[in-house]
């Protein structure tokens, strides 16, 4: 099934120039970029896109790090796209996350972890109109 998804390329690897490579990784595999842009979350933007983790003991160290840099979120589409993303992106902590995966190769630790993927379609729905509008999605 044709699915779209929402990668959101982290501060870690904005400020370190990886977002060619990560972006290029997307492509190899297969999939078409329909969106994305560079922007730098404000503290509350970042509260509202991460609201599902409210009250965790990692919620507010999380937040002041997406807020710290450049962020780039980008829409994907491709066959199966939710669960083929995260199976590029590989698990949360960098140190467990399987070889070749994006975290593996860039994350740095469980907060710097690099990229976000959303976790399933009904998610990915939600956090991709977080960030565009119809308007942007070409393709
Ligand atoms: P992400 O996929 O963006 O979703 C929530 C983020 O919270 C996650 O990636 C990590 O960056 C961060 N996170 C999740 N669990 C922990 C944890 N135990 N310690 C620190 N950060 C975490």
Redesign the pocket.
Known sequence: MIQRTLLIIKPDATIRLLTGEILHRVEEAGYQILAMEQIHLTVEETRAF?YV?EGKY?FEP?VAFMSSGPCVPVVIEGEDAVEGIRRLVGV?NPEEAGDGTIRHDFGET??R?SV??SDCAESAREEIGFFFSRRHLVG
Do not use: G, I, Q, S
Request: proline residues 0%.
């Open positions: 991460y983790h990692f999380l949360t469980m907060r972890n976000h993927a």
